[in-house]
């Protein structure tokens, strides 16, 4: 084991505060000396937000170790838009940002890109200008298929589905459990997936993702996911722990 990649909400904080043993967890990894990064499907922070958001509940954590879901769909849209590179984007900073330096021109007429991430200021003319572009041809990208995020506020899934009735066409969500988001962070650590181990609370996006890319999964019962639900999944994670300070043994035995 040469790498761990681990989710965020429900494995380190809860809304802002940290969850129990997630300060000891990050302070040993960080002396471990092994390839990390915490994963996340929200698309409005940037690596150093969430670098902030770490340190205001009490953990110091380098913006270097943090991969978006806005950081994903950039790098899938290099890989797809050519020299077409005109995107009407429904979002906030950090995915705006992402799209520059990827070299996306924003606009609202003529785009080649439907983009869809998170905003508190979602409308009815958002959703009217999108459908309108995807009828016309623009390709429909989303961050993320979350419905709901912490605090039940609405997500990126719910953003998508009325532009998808009224266009009858599905957005193409690059989070997990898109595989796709898994090998961009194992690119980003530089490691192979059956050299690293993915932590998460959720057997629906974290725990089938890491499957489908062939990495060793923990899940986590301090999240999404309880043990009882277990028996719904035809697949099961490698490991089930409480909380993430069980898991510091397990990453001592793996290296």
Same mark, same amino acid.
């Not at 940002?97 to 003319?125: K, P, W």
């Given at each position: ?185 194992? #690119? ?47 697949? #099961? ?19």
């Amino acid at each position: 084991m040469k790498a761990l990649v681990c989710d965020i909400d429900g494995v380190i904080l809860r809304d802002d505060r940290t969850l129990p043993g997630a300060p000891e967890f990050v302070a040993r990894l960080s002396e471990t000396g092994l390839g990390f990064v915490f994963l996340t499907n929200y698309p409005s922070q940037t690596p150093a937000e969430l670098r902030l958001r770490f340190l205001e509940a009490g953990i110091d954590v380098p913006a270097d170790r943090f991969y978006t879901s806005a950081m994903a769909t950039a790098e899938f849209l290099i890989g797809q838009a050519g020299e077409r590179r005109k995107a009407y984007v429904v979002g906030e900073g950090a995915l705006i940002h992402a799209l520059y330096q990827a070299g996306f021109s924003l606009v609202e007429t003529d785009a080649d890109f439907v983009i869809l991430g998170e905003t508190r200021a979602y409308n009815f003319d958002m959703i009217q200008r999108a459908a309108r572009l995807i009828n016309a041809g623009a390709r429909f990208v989303a961050t993320n298929p979350d419905v709901a995020g912490p605090g039940g506020r609405p997500s990126c899934g719910a953003f998508a589905a009325p532009i998808e009735r009224i266009t009858g066409k599905q957005a193409f969500y690059v989070g997990k459990p898109n595989a796709f988001m898994m090998r961009a962070a194992l #690119r980003h650590l530089q490691v192979h997936s059956e050299d690293a181990w993915i932590v998460g609370d959720n057997m629906e996006t974290d725990i089938i993702a890491g499957i489908q890319s062939g990495m060793t999964t923990v899940l986590v019962l301090s999240g999404v996911s309880r043990r009882e639900d277990l028996v719904r999944y035809a697949y #099961r994670p490698h490991h089930v722990l409480d909380g993430v300070l069980d898991l510091l043994p397990l990453l001592e035995s793996a290296r």
